[in-house]
């Protein structure tokens, strides 16, 4: 079982930044891929930015060139640079990680951006 602890979020006002972490714990044995996803209010969890092992990462359309995510191989912790935020970025960011073929999904941290 792998545990994932986020945290990071708050309110921000548009033009802003802020920074999610996920500390993965637990019987780890391979992650690979960590990532991020966004449940904005009303609507389905859709990808934000994946990273693998070897660092090779993926962002979803609407985020790429505003957010970066970075992990810590060595400490099992992924990041979520979110630059350029604005009020569409609004929701809850949950970090998701596969182990040994197994999903495993953090309990989500609160974004909100004013405008």
């Known amino acids: 079982q792998v545990h994932l602890v986020e945290s990071g979020g708050g309110l921000v006002q548009a033009g802003g930044s802020l920074r999610l972490s996920c500390a993965a714990s637990?019987?780890?044995?391979?992650?690979?891929?960590m990532g991020w996803y966004h449940q904005a209010p009303g609507k389905e969890r859709e990808l934000v930015a994946t990273i693998t092992s070897a660092g090779r990462t993926y962002y979803g359309d609407s985020v790429k060139g505003r957010f970066t995510i970075s992990r810590m191989n060595a400490l099992n912790t992924v990041f979520l640079q979110m630059n350029s935020l604005n009020p569409e970025d609004t929701g809850v960011y949950y970090c998701?990680?596969?182990?040994?073929?197994?999903?495993?999904w953090g309990q989500g941290t609160q974004v909100t951006v004013s405008s």
């Open positions: 637990g019987s780890i044995s391979s992650i690979n891929p």
């Open positions: 998701t990680v596969r182990d040994l073929g197994r999903v495993y």
